[in-house]
Nanobody, 124 residues
């Protein structure tokens, strides 16, 4: 059974940093892609960053390029999202997701497993 558990959310001021973690279990991780998504109140869920377990290929949304970095630790089966220079517009619930694919995508429909989410709040 696939299980994804996020942690690391919190409240920070604009310009601050947070690191989100997603501990994954139950995956044959060599052929999975992992993604970070976010959803703000009243808005659709959007892809932020994704990475493949196999070779570590990444894709980032334009809105976070240069500020967010996704990485993985195969031994710990954990995916991280380092978020720097946070802006109030980054405030959202952040979700970790897993999809069975050799490639990663920022499309929600490509992911079949989701975590419960962790809240990120950025104040100005």
């Amino acid at each position: 059974q696939v299980q994804l558990v996020e942690s690391g959310g919190g409240s920070v001021q604009a310009g601050g940093s947070l690191r989100l973690s997603c501990a994954a279990s139950g995956l044959t991780y060599s052929n999975y892609a992992m993604g970070w998504f976010r959803q703000a109140p009243g808005k659709e869920r959007e892809g932020v960053s994704c990475i493949t377990w196999s070779v570590g290929s990444t894709v980032n949304a334009d809105s976070v390029k240069g500020r967010f970095t996704i990485s993985r630790d195969n031994a710990k089966r954990t995916v991280y999202l380092q978020m720097n220079n946070l802006e109030p517009e980054d405030t959202a619930m952040y979700y970790c997701a897993a999809g069975r694919s050799w490639y990663c995508s920022l499309l929600t429909q490509e992911y079949g497993y989701w975590g419960q989410g962790t809240q990120v709040t950025v104040s100005s």
